[in-house]
């Protein structure tokens, strides 16, 4: 479904990066090549190692490979070797970040040197979804041309009932594939 396709994984930090392990676990099983980058906030919530043996690569966490040599993560490389730049969970911070050009961390550089499709799948508490600067964010990103993945309404960690949940796996899956009609 998937074969040699190259997609990135943004990882942001919000309850349904716990997600994320499936969604790579499906990535991989449609035989897609997977690079997870992390945001510094994301690795409280799912694991380096459990990501990066999944996706069989090391994951990324910061613009720094190793400090004392000055090896880096060179986002401009990342951004042209994706096919797809898919971020989720993406948190209410990720995307003002990405909808205002500001670069905090890999995952939003890599974000301003994309030249691939780009879907970000929104994944927060009721109140942070509808507030308006976080609807604004998403106005903003469909307007720069982001394929803004609607949260359903659901349950969600804070008990409260309405939007703000992360798509499934499954379907953020068909979402990718869904680029790539003909693969």
Known sequence: MLANR??????????AAYKSAALV???????????VILTPSASAFVTPLTLATLS?????????QDE???????????????DVLLVAPASANTLGAMANGLCP??????????????????????DMYQHPATQRNLALLR???????????????S?????GRM???????????????NS
Do not use: T
């Open 167 to 181: 798509l499934e796996p499954e379907q953020l899956l068909a979402a990718v594939a869904g680029l790539f009609p």
């Open 143 to 157: 307007q720069d041309g982001v394929h803004v993945l609607d949260s359903p309404a659901g349950e969600l960690a």
């Open 105 to 126: 961390n890999l995952l939003a550089a890599v974000y301003l040197s994309a030249r691939c499709p780009v879907l970000v799948a929104p994944a927060m508490d009721l």
């Open 6 to 15: 190259r997609i990135l994984l943004g990882v942001s930090g919000s309850i």
């Open 159 to 163: 008990g409260l009932v309405g939007p």
């Open 68 to 82: 004392k040599s000055g090896v880096w993560h060179n986002h401009v490389d990342l951004g042209l070797w994706a």
């Open 25 to 35: 676990r499906l990535l991989i099983k449609a035989e897609a090549e997977v690079q």
């Open 56 to 64: 069989k690569r090391p994951v990324l966490q910061g613009f720094l």
